[in-house]
């Protein structure tokens, strides 16, 4: 992994109310995080895998997203891209007392984070 976007990840993580972290890597590479271990590897793996296969789907009609969520009866998952390709999932258990305000700036962070020319590693 890109060694600013680990510091980014070790020194803005975990994140309260979100139950597991997905990166994936512009050559496809999936990392993982979750707390308390209630995130399989192989479903985090699998659902930034669709979620990134439904913004090349959008890339292919034209459109330029920078942020994709699926909300489910359970949990949202939400997909941020950087500009290098490397896309950030979230993994938010459903709760209508959550504020986004922390999450979204984490986000936002992501997103401006100058990764430089060594991306996708």
């Keep these: 992994m890109h060694p600013t976007l680990g510091k980014f990840l070790a020194k803005r ?13 512009a ?7 979750n707390r308390a ?22 890339l292919l009609s034209r459109q330029q997203p920078t942020r994709l969520r699926w909300d489910f009866e359970k949990l949202s998952l939400v997909l941020a891209l950087h500009s290098s390709g490397i896309g950030l999932a979230l993994f938010i258990p459903r709760d209508p007392n959550l504020s986004f305000a922390e999450i979204n700036s984490f ?3 992501f997103e401006n984070l100058d990764l430089g020319a060594e991306v996708g590693r």
């Design 13 to 25: 993580l975990p994140l309260a109310g979100v139950a597991g972290v997905g990166v994936r890597l």
């Design 27 to 33: 050559d496809g590479f999936v990392a993982n995080q």
């Design 37 to 58: 271990g209630k995130l399989p590897p192989t479903q985090v793996q699998a659902a930034v895998e669709r979620m990134a296969a439904a913004v090349n789907g959008s």
């Design 107 to 109: 986000l936002e962070d």
